[in-house]
């Protein structure tokens, strides 16, 4: 005779777990009256608080751009009117904070530069004296 | 003959106390009243006050004005709290807090001990975006499913709580949502480095550090 209980039957079950949004469905679904209105309320009041903080951000982000324009600028002013000089600078941006350094050294060229010359004399000297 | 049988039993008990030292699992994160109360007295102004008139109206008047009184010296870890203290703020007060501040409680328990990792990431600003996406990608998801350690969970019971746990959700969604809103004014910061790479001829360096809820991800910014 076929058996046809079902309860006999193993159910089956998923073989993924459950997601997070079912876990708070369940929830939700737990609370009272007061709690679900309580839920609803803070939910807004998170939509305005992310609001309020975006507006923060966007305004770090300009008064960042803006500071950034001036970095370039006084770079620009002391590439023409100085040979040596380094400038470090920290700007509080919308995702971050942002570190720049700006460094020019005409000294380290020219040593660098004089250091290859003197490199090239030797070696030039030394094969003249050898053949 | 002595003092060298005392030398040597010293060493081996020194020995024998790095080798375990060395040899045992790391530690497992058991957070103590004092500190777990340090977290909580970390609130904003409105929930602090909030949190305060409850205790008053819970446990009297003249619990209330102890706590006040001595609430500073708590976070400054200058005064430990008693158990019985710990217990009312940890155990007995959210189950009649508010939603509202219990989920300013619990972003202070997650801002606190969920584990932030660090990232160093060489990008050039005209790959940026492909570069650091999976990586941003990654941290983002690795918010939504983080959990706080479970010491706390096991000791501060309520966390299991139907209601933290819908507290939990808004707050992650939150968090997402604040991520999404900041990454999208990275193109802007990202055209005003170029810029500033531009104007100084290789002269410049910049470093950008991004932050995000459960991580910061140090960015070397190149030009080729």
Request: hydrophobic letters at 40%; aromatic letters at 8%; charged letters at 30%.
């Amino acid at each position: 005779m076929e058996d046809n209980n079902d309860d006999l039957i193993p159910q089956k079950q998923s073989l993924f777990p459950v997601s997070a949004d079912d876990i708070v469905d369940n929830a939700l679904q737990s609370l009272d009256e007061n709690q679900a209105r309580e839920v609803t309320k803070k939910a807004a009041d998170e939509l305005v608080r992310i609001a309020v903080e975006k507006r923060k951000a966007e305004y770090r982000s300009d008064r960042a751009q803006d500071e950034m324009r001036n970095l370039i600028n006084n770079a620009n002013l002391l590439d023409e009117r100085v040979g040596d000089y380094k400038i470090n600078s920290t700007f509080e941006t919308a995702t971050g904070t942002t570190s720049v350094e700006i460094k020019k050294s005409r000294s380290n060229t020219i040593i660098l530069i004089s250091a290859i010359a003197i490199f090239v004399l030797i070696a030039l000297v030394l094969l003249l004296i050898r053949f | 003959m002595t003092t060298l049988v005392g030398l040597a039993l010293i060493a081996v008990l020194c020995f024998g106390y790095y080798f375990l030292r060395r040899s045992s699992p790391p530690k497992e994160l058991k957070p103590k009243n004092a500190e777990l109360m340090k977290v909580l007295l970390n609130l904003e102004d409105e929930p602090l006050n909030e949190l305060f008139a409850l205790y008053k109206q819970q446990f009297g008047p003249g619990a209330g004005r102890y706590a006040r009184e001595t609430y500073q010296k708590w976070r400054a870890g200058e005064v430990n709290p008693s158990r019985r203290t710990f217990s009312r703020f940890f155990m007995y007060l959210p189950k009649v807090m508010s939603f509202d501040l219990k989920c300013e409680v619990l972003r202070e328990l997650r801002a606190q001990y969920l584990e932030k990792d660090k990232y160093e990431l060489e990008v050039y600003t005209d790959d940026w975006k492909e570069t650091l996406q999976p990586l941003v990608t990654e941290v983002i998801a690795k918010g939504e499913s983080a959990q706080l350690p479970a010491a706390i969970q096991q000791k501060l019971s309520w966390l299991a709580d139907d209601d933290v746990e819908v507290a939990r959700a808004i707050l992650v969604r939150s968090q997402k949502t604040e991520s999404e809103n900041n990454l999208a004014m990275l193109d802007k910061e990202f055209a005003t480095i170029n810029q500033l790479l531009d104007n100084t001829n290789g002269k410049g360096k910049v470093t950008h550090v991004l932050k995000l809820p459960l991580g910061t991800i140090t960015l070397q910014i190149k030009r080729r």
